[in-house]
């Protein structure tokens, strides 16, 4: 793995950590321990060993990621939050589908021909 890929993934995870830990409770106490384990680590030579700590830095990354996007759209789609219509609509449109247009009695207007 080269060294850009270390640092990206470095990056990502503080980015992670900062957006989901330090900013909401304004505790960067997360951000310093994912900063002391990197520096900690900074100088290991054995190659195999730097693979597997990137490797679980990896890990640890898709699945903050992953928590992070999984909540947004729990959020997102919590019958509490929404009416069904618009959730409907939502899950319509995530797989490529638009829902027909519904009729109003009050403004009838002729089908368009495609």
């Known amino acids: 793995m080269s060294m850009s ?8 995870l503080l980015r992670e950590v900062n957006i989901q830990y330090t900013k909401g409770a304004n505790n960067p ?10 520096r900690k680590n900074r ?3 054995d190659s195999s060993k730097t693979e597997a700590l990137n490797k679980n830095a990896e890990d640890v990354l ?13 959020d997102l789609y919590s019958a509490i939050v929404m009416e069904q219509k618009k959730k ?3 899950s319509a449109n995530r797989v490529g589908l638009n829902l027909p247009k519904e ?5 009838p207007q002729p089908l368009a021909s495609d």
């Open 29 to 38: 106490t997360f951000v310093q321990e994912l900063k002391s384990i990197y």
């Open 43 to 45: 100088n290991i030579q």
């Open 103 to 107: 009729y109003d009695p009050s403004s």
């Open 5 to 12: 890929r270390h640092l990206s993934i470095y990056r990502n």
């Open 88 to 90: 409907i609509e939502l």
């Open 62 to 74: 898709t699945f903050l990621t992953s928590s992070r996007k999984h909540k947004v759209l729990r």
